[in-house]
Each structure stands twice: as C-alpha cells, then as structure tokens.
C-alpha cells in the first residue's frame, strides 16, 4: 500500500469511528445446543488453532498479558539472536515446539511441528508502521530469519514448520507461507497489508478476526489474502482496539477448544481464563469441561445498541458470525 492510499484508508477509519458491525443471530440456529452455543465446526478450528494464538501472544515479549502457563503442547525453544540493526526497526518473533497429542497407547510426545511467531505492532512509537507497513523492511527480515532458523542443524529432523502471528506480525506470516508454500499459517486479527500475490499458498491459510476490530475497516481498501476465515464475536461490548488485542482473542479461541480438547482445558484452569462475554452464563462461570453436553439451548449474548435497550431480551439475544470466508 502507498502512503496516498494509506491517508485514504485513515482518513476513512477516522469517519468511520461510529460504524456498527451486525451480529450474526443464532436465535433459531442448532449451534444453541451445541457447548456453549459455538458451532461444531468452530470448536474443531479452535482445537485446531489455540496452540498459534498463544504462541502468537507470547511472540510479545515483555508485555504483561502473556500465558505464563502455555499447556502440555507447546515449549519455548531459544531462538537466534536479532541484530540491534533490526530489532531497532520494530522487528521480533519466538520460537515453539508444539507436541503431538498423547495416545492412550502411546504416552510419549514428539514433536509435531516448530512454530515461528511473529510479534506484531507496539503502537508506542511510529517504528512499525514505517518499517513494517509503510517499508517492506520487516518483511524482508521475517523471510530472512526464517530462512535461518529452517537451517539451523538442531531443526534437520524434517519436523514441519508452521508460521503465525497476531496483527502486523500476521501479515509478515503471511508473506513467509508465500515465499514457502510447504508451510502452514494461521494469523488473529492480521493485517491487510502485506505484498504479495494473494493466491499464492491460500489452501494453507487460516485466520481467526474478532467481528469489528479495528484493522477490518483498513481491510476495505485492500483485498485479504486469500485463507480459511473465521470471524468470531466474542467481545461485542469491546470497543474496536481493545478487539484488535490478540490476548481476549486468544482467550476465546482457547475457551471454546476446551469444548473439545482437554488440554485446552488445562490452560483455561491454569491462567484463570473467563468466558467470553458473548456466551451464555454468568461471568464468572468455571469451564464445563470436554466432555460437557448441554441439556438446554446456550442462546449467546450480543451488545444491545441504546435504542434497544427497552426491547425484550428475546429481541437482542443473537450470536456470534461463525462463517468461513
């Protein structure tokens, strides 16, 4: 994108502060009797994808919203030293060991796949517009490094590589699974900007976009890469920076895996995560568990616009936009 089409696309955001993003009901959907009134195929991409989005979150490093506990299936592995010259140019990521799940006649992990997270934009300075969105200068090192990790003589073992990232650090996923076809990426709230052929490697693709985050609106002005999108309102009463953080996006994906997967479950417990707001049930309610089947409808709860506030529950009770793009 150029710095022309740039202004447009801000001044627009600045317009379009006010705008308000339809929610998807599920009022007379069969999703409301399925566990916590999230659709199956949602829950199995999200068992599918909480391992990217906690390493997407942790790729922050220093922040003070990250998984102390990330679960049985990850492990932080040492990744290589950045340069000063490109750290000062906004430039981070992390490296994972994800395991393969626990058989009941196999209980010895191996490695399933090495994950490389891109850290996505600190707004507290102007760094990673310029050299990230502006400058194709993260771009260049996130292939860069990449390219260097895949060598390294300790990774020869043919374990597969996967590349994810939250924000910015999603759009520079996006441009290694371009570069390297063979690997996989999945991304959370990613960028619009990025540089290369939008076809290229999209069966090996996936996104998870909170309904309304801000960088959506941005997204108007270029077209996404193409991928398997899932867009989920799990925050409806956020405003639209707070759900462009991948922290209450995160939480959400792991919440609804836990429905699934009892190792998701595990990192619910072990970092006090809550239901998301959009879910049936008081705020505080403790994760039902795998093996949870639900006897009465889960009818999930949307922000009610002022104008509604005098119309009956019944009116306002819609659900989360679970299609795929």
Known sequence: MNLRTLSIALLALSLSACVTYPDISQSR???????????????????EAYPYAIAATNAYTGDDD??????????TLERLEIAEEDAAKGFGYELFEQFAPVTINNARRWPAARIMAFRGTDFDGFTDIFYGTLRNDQIALAIRYFEAEQAREEFADGVPWIVVGHSLGGALATEVSMKH?????????????????AMTNDVRRTVFNERGEVLRRFARFDADPAADVFTLNCGPENDSFTKHKVRPLADCLIWIAAYGDDEAGEVVSANGIMRPMVECGEADKPHPGASYRPATPCVHQA????????SSASDTDTGPDTNTD
Do not use: K
């Open 181 to 197: 076809p063979e690997v996989r990426a999945y991304m959370f709230n990613t960028s619009p900007f990025y540089g290369g052929d």
């Open 303 to 310: 922000r009610r616009d002022e104008e509604d506030n005098d």
């Open 66 to 75: 990250l998984y102390e506990d990330i679960g049985p299936t990850l492990r």
């Open 29 to 47: 959907s069969p999703c409301r009797m399925e566990a916590g009134g999230w659709c199956s195929f949602v829950r199995d991409a999200a068992v």
